[in-house]
């Protein structure tokens, strides 16, 4: 089954603590990216890469550190979260040939910091 | 620049009533995707449909339906009857596939109650 996997889905932490969330798809695609969810901002993209070892921000990466070390693989990094990070995190993928352009999504990591 | 607007923050209807949730949007490329995503209570995102700017096509699936209009840059999801399990936030994105960076462009959310 074609998915995108993300862990954890819930976390609670206090600010400071390094952690990660990561990302994992089974689908070969090229593309991966990360979105936060906030109340009345819609998604926005925090980071992305076209491939193995390419990455680049998105519209909100300050806080934030990616790496693409594997094609299947887009761990998202905070290496000392604050609180205005608490947020609903989505990652995504979707391959780069598009011809249906559609992104999949993880089922989202509810991150708190506290 | 890319935009996606869905003025409506919050509708509430009563079941069996017919809604529509409006979107518009803005972008400069003659290619352009639009999508609709539902997402529910639990908070995942339920991918309900896509389109491409070279079909206009109204599309129906079963008590959904999407009128994209090129002239007024809308794409508006109508939910025909109704029902409890319909209330979720819907959001309507727009992506441009010639872009570098692959973004999908998110409107704010309808957040729809359906009520019994």
């Known amino acids: 089954e074609a998915q995108v996997t993300q862990n954890p889905r819930y976390l609670i932490t206090v600010t400071g603590k390094k952690l990660t969330v990561t990302c994992s798809q089974n689908?070969?695609?090229?593309?991966m990216s990360w979105y936060r969810q906030d109340p009345g901002l819609g998604l926005r993209q925090i980071y992305y890469?076209?491939?193995?070892?390419?990455?680049d921000k998105g519209d909100v990466p300050e806080g934030y550190k990616v790496s693409r070390k594997e094609k299947r693989n887009f761990p998202l990094i905070l290496e000392s979260p604050s609180p205005n990070q608490t947020s609903l995190y989505f990652c995504?993928?979707?391959?780069?040939?598009?011809?249906?352009?559609?992104?999949?999504f993880g089922q989202g990591t509810r991150l708190t910091v506290v | 620049a890319q935009k996606v607007t869905q003025a409506q923050t919050e509708i509430s209807v009563v079941e069996k009533e017919d809604v529509t949730l409006d979107c518009v949007y803005e972008?400069?490329?003659?290619?352009?995707?639009l999508f609709w995503y539902k997402q529910p209570p639990s908070g995942e995102l339920v991918f309900l449909i896509r389109?491409?700017?070279?079909?206009?096509q109204n599309e129906i699936s079963g008590r959904y339906s999407w009128n994209f209009q090129k002239s007024t840059s809308s794409f508006n999801f109508t939910i025909t009857a109704s029902q409890v399990v319909d209330s979720a936030v819907y959001f309507c994105?727009?992506?441009?596939?010639?872009?570098?960076?692959?973004?999908?462009?998110f409107g704010k959310g309808t957040r729809l109650h359906i009520l019994p």
């Open positions: 995504a993928s979707s391959s780069r040939y598009r011809v249906q352009n559609e992104a999949f």
């Open positions: 689908m070969n695609h090229e593309y």
């Open positions: 890469s076209m491939n193995v070892e390419v990455t």
């Open positions: 972008t400069r490329d003659t290619t352009y995707y």
């Open positions: 389109r491409n700017s070279f079909d206009e």
């Open positions: 994105a727009l992506s441009e596939p010639l872009n570098r960076d692959d973004k999908i462009i």
